[in-house]
């Protein structure tokens, strides 16, 4: 009997094996399902616009890397950011919460002082707990956040964090409003190899050479182009200033506008379009961004070849994204934080096995989509707690059409709506505009007064947040609130004159 059993071990042992090499049995089916899950490389890039060849946002942009990973995969030309300040859009989406839902509207706080969300599961997180290993460098979330003591929470390994790197001795151009630290631009003697991006890239690309057996989710964040627009003479090389196009400005683009808008783009650091024209400044600082983005371009270049090297492209998943766009000259600003499309739109781009290569999804998605969208591509448990939804109907057929429209909020009651059609606007203070982005790209005729037109906003208007949260605690740093009858900007001075052009 004892003699049986062991030749039934054996002889059961050989079967299996035969049997597992022909097709998987079911006892050992979630064992392998598992294995084989795909890896994740979510790379975010600070503050870039539509400024890539394949977004076509400037006719000028040399970006042959992310353009390169567009054509391998799908590429979302609707893409809208949640909020267009980098803490609260990046909250949104590794929260997959609305900044309506959370309050985190502004630059602080980071939202686990928040109390109903210091338990929240981010996107890393669930990633961990169905068994990925997490890894993470560069700018996901905010600069500083989360504090020190609290990232092992957050992701298994940290690599560099996001900076600057060299700066040139002292400022490069001096700006009015402050003459912010940040806000500056141009070259000077220094090496690629310095800079931070060039770091983040590098520890990325090491962990790429020794990746880890279980499933990976890696996060990538480069901060170029961010201010300060620094970079090496070679990438200014690209873009000779008297070649250079410059965005289209009308100069009375804003007369059709609301006057609230200018509260929300009052206090700024960043330059004024007037300023830059006074000071012969717009060409070098439109040159700097330009360069700054190719620069990048390069880094993702560094870490998606790396991912080649490995052998694991095949299973990976490569998503590439930009918290929010940014302003240069166009109605009248430089900068972020607007309800404009310079301010929300933003590249994002999926590829990765079982997404078409080459496909162009005009639909239009939200930042927190890429959430639940992950989940159904690495088959996580799912999520019923979750704002935003999959897009995996659009990484099936890419012009699959979609219910909902994209949202972008900036400081409560103000909400942009976008479809694949319509941008509508609406302010806390009840003031709107309209812009078909069919035939207005962008966005210089506002629409909102036009009586063939209620019909159209009205069902645009059923979409945006009518329950914002209040601000989160400890809210402050570019924050329109009101106070009694006034617009205050939570913590910061209030200087009349600075609400001009
Ligand atoms: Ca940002
Ligand atoms: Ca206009």
């Not at 294995?35 to 890539?52: G, K, Q, T, Y």
């Not at 590098?202 to 790429?208: G, K, R």
Request: some cysteine; proline content about 8%; glycine content about 6%.
């Amino acid at each position: 009997m004892r003699l049986c059993c062991a030749m039934w071990g054996v002889l059961s042992t050989g079967i299996f094996t035969l049997f597992f090499h022909i097709t998987p049995v079911h006892s050992a089916e979630s064992d392998v399902k598992k294995d084989s899950r795909p890896n994740v490389l979510f790379i975010a890039i600070d503050d870039l616009n539509d400024w890539e060849g394949c977004m076509g946002g400037h006719p000028q942009a040399i970006t042959p890397y992310m353009d390169r990973l567009a054509a391998r995969g799908t590429l979302f030309t609707n893409a809208h950011c949640q909020a267009a300040l980098c803490n609260s859009s990046r909250t949104s989406l590794m929260t997959g919460l609305r900044p309506s839902t959370t309050g985190v509207y502004a630059l602080q706080p980071w939202f686990r002082t928040v109390e109903k969300f210091k338990d929240h599961v981010t996107l890393p997180q669930h990633f961990k707990a169905a068994g990925y290993k997490t890894l993470t460098t560069g700018k996901i979330y905010h600069g500083g956040y989360p504090p020190k003591k609290e990232r092992a929470a957050e992701y298994d390994a940290w690599g560099p964090g996001a900076g600057v790197g060299v700066r040139p001795p002292q400022k490069l151009v001096e700006t009015p409003m402050g003459n912010h630290p940040l806000v500056d631009w141009g070259t000077f003697p220094h090496k690629d190899e310095d800079k931070g991006d060039w770091k983040v890239a590098s520890w990325a690309v090491d962990q790429l050479e020794s990746p880890p057996d279980e499933p990976f989710f890696m996060s990538v964040g480069f901060f170029l182009p961010h201010v300060p627009c620094y970079a090496t003479q070679k990438w200014f090389d690209l873009y000779p200033e008297d070649e250079l196009i410059m965005p289209d400005v009308p100069i009375d683009d804003r007369t059709d506008i609301p006057y609230f808008s200018w509260y929300l783009t009052w206090y700024l650091p960043e330059v004024r379009l007037s300023w830059l024209k006074a000071n012969n400044q717009w060409k070098p600082i439109v040159r700097a961004y330009l360069a700054s983005v190719s620069f990048v371009d390069s880094q993702v270049g560094r870490v998606l070849d790396a991912l080649e090297k490995s052998g694991k492209a095949d299973n990976t998943i490569v998503i590439l994204w930009s918290d929010h766009g940014w302003h240069l000259g166009e109605k009248d600003i430089t900068g972020k934080n607007t309800l404009w499309h310079e301010s929300t739109r933003v590249p994002l781009i999926f590829a990765g096995p079982d997404i078409p290569s080459g496909a162009i999804c005009k639909q239009p998605a939200e930042l927190l989509d890429m959430f639940p969208t992950l989940i159904d591509l690495c088959h996580l448990d799912k999520r019923n707690d979750l704002d935003g939804h999959s897009l995996l109907p659009q990484l099936k057929d890419s012009s699959t059409k979609r219910k909902w429209p994209a949202i972008t909020t900036q400081s409560p009651g103000n909400h942009s709506v976008v479809t694949d059609r319509w941008r509508y606007i609406h302010y806390a203070n009840g003031a709107e505009e309209l812009y078909d982005i069919e035939n207005d790209p962008k966005e210089w005729t506002n629409l909102a007064d036009h009586q063939e037109h209620q019909e159209v906003k009205a069902s645009l208007a059923k979409w945006y947040p009518r329950n914002d949260a209040s601000p989160a605690a400890g809210s402050k740093s570019r924050l329109l609130i009101k106070k009694g009858d006034q617009w205050i900007w939570e913590g910061e001075p209030i200087i009349d004159s600075q609400l001009i052009r």
